[in-house]
C-alpha cells in the first residue's frame, strides 16, 4: 500500500516522501522504514523521538496503550522550541496520539507540520498532555 509523508516548516522547503508499506504499520514504523529506504534522497530524513508514559491528566479520547508514547522532537534537524513543536497530522487532522499509538492505511498522508501549540486546537492532542507532564 502507498503511503505520503509530508514535512512542511516555516522558511525550509517542502519535503515528500513517498513509501510503499504493510497496512496497519504505526507512524513509528513508517519514518524508520523512510529512513531505511529513501536514505539517498535528498533531504534524506531524520528525527528524534522523545517517550513519554502515562500522563498525569487523562487523554481524551484516552489512548489505547494507556500513554503518550513516542511524540517527534526533532525532524531534518529542526528542534521543537517552546511554544513551537511538530504537529502531527493524518490526512489532514491532528492525530490525538503519540506516533507509535497511530497507524497508517492505504493511501494515508502523514503530515509533521512545525507551528505553534494553540490550546483551543492542540488540546485534545497528545501534545498538551505532554505539556503537563513537563510542568
Do not use: C
Amino acid at each position: 500500500m502507498a503511503v505520503t509523508l509530508n514535512i512542511t516548516a516555516p522558511g525550509i522547503p517542502d519535503v515528500t516522501y513517498s513509501i510503499e508499506v504493510s497496512n496497519g504499520i504505526s507512524i513509528q514504523t513508517l519514518l524508520e522504514l523512510v529512513y531505511d529506504q529513501q536514505h539517498q534522497q535528498q533531504p534524506p530524513l531524520s528525527f528524534g523521538l522523545q517517550f513519554y508514559g502515562t500522563p498525569p491528566l487523562p487523554i481524551v479520547p484516552p489512548s489505547p496503550g494507556g500513554g503518550l508514547g513516542y511524540l517527534v522532537v526533532m525532524i531534518n534537524g529542526l528542534s521543537e522550541a517552546m511554544p513551537l513543536y511538530w504537529h502531527l497530522l493524518v490526512d489532514g487532522r491532528e492525530a490525538p496520539y503519540g506516533i507509535d499509538e497511530e497507524f497508517v492505511q492505504d493511501g494515508d498522508i502523514i503530515g509533521f507540520e512545525y507551528g505553534p501549540y494553540v490550546p483551543e486546537q492542540h488540546g485534545r492532542t497528545g501534545y498538551n498532555a505532554k505539556l503537563a507532564t513537563s510542568r
